[in-house]
């Protein structure tokens, strides 16, 4: 039973195709993170929610737009993809907004061509 | 501008010994920080942590010890087994305000030889 889930786990596409990730967390957390693992391996924060409000957006390019339905789930969509942003999409939660400790997900590995 | 380093991208320790990852921060803001390894094709999972206001944090065979005056932590492992053979993270954050808002070292690589 997985408590922080991601899909898709791999993702190939073409440059200028649009795309998304979902994660769902059944931790009951109430605060959601999307982190982003360059090719250097720094894992850097992109956006985080808290109980379905945006709190931290970094800065990230337009194309990059997050949603989140509820607090169990937060989306990732990239339009007009780049080779950029090739990358592994981490989707994370804590207990809440004070909390440090997060539970990550698997990760989905985006590859641009 | 990268404010949490780990220096060395890889450690080979024997099973049995201690193994020490050093992690270095440059922001004194800083006042949280943790441990996180990954395992291949995993997610980060979290490890230890400890807050500024403490110098040392012990969980069984993990110890991470700060020293603040130097900006400087280190995690320590006693006995090193196989299964630790992981990357580890440093991360750290600042403040209630930017809790959640971790910032990541690049990792450094463990591997625990039988």
């Known amino acids: 039973d997985t408590a922080v889930s991601q899909t898709p786990k791999y993702l190939v596409t073409q440059m200028g195709n649009d795309k998304s990730i979902k994660c769902e967390q059944n931790?009951?957390?109430?605060?959601m993170y999307w982190y982003k693992q360059d090719s250097k391996k720094f894992l850097k924060i992109m956006f985080s929610?808290?109980?379905?409000?945006?709190?931290i957006n970094e800065t990230v390019p337009n194309r990059f737009s997050p949603k989140s339905p509820d607090k169990a789930h937060l989306n990732l969509h990239i339009n007009s993809l780049e080779l950029g942003d090739s990358a592994v999409y981490f989707c994370?939660?804590?207990?809440?907004?004070?909390?440090?400790?997060?539970?990550f997900g698997e990760g989905s590995r985006l590859t641009v061509l | 501008d990268q404010q949490v380093k780990q220096n060395s991208p890889s450690l080979s320790v024997q099973e049995g010994r201690i193994s020490i990852l050093n992690c270095d921060y440059t922001?004194?803001?800083?006042?949280?920080f943790l441990w996180y390894k990954k395992y291949p094709a995993e997610g980060p999972t979290f490890l230890i942590s400890?807050?500024?206001?403490?110098d040392k944090n012990e969980d069984g065979r993990f110890t991470v010890f700060l020293n603040k005056s130097a900006k400087h932590l280190s995690l320590h492992i006693v006995p090193s087994q196989p299964g630790d053979s992981a990357v580890y993270f440093c991360?750290?954050?600042?403040?209630?305000?930017?809790?959640?808002?971790?910032?990541f070292g690049q990792g450094t690589t463990l591997q625990v030889k039988p």
């Open positions: 994370a939660s804590s207990q809440s907004r004070d909390w440090g400790e997060l539970f």
């Open positions: 991360a750290a954050s600042k403040g209630s305000s930017n809790t959640g808002k971790l910032i």
């Open positions: 931790l009951g957390h109430d605060t």
């Open positions: 400890i807050s500024s206001i403490k």
């Open positions: 929610y808290n109980n379905k409000e945006l709190i």
């Open positions: 922001n004194s803001m800083f006042d949280y």
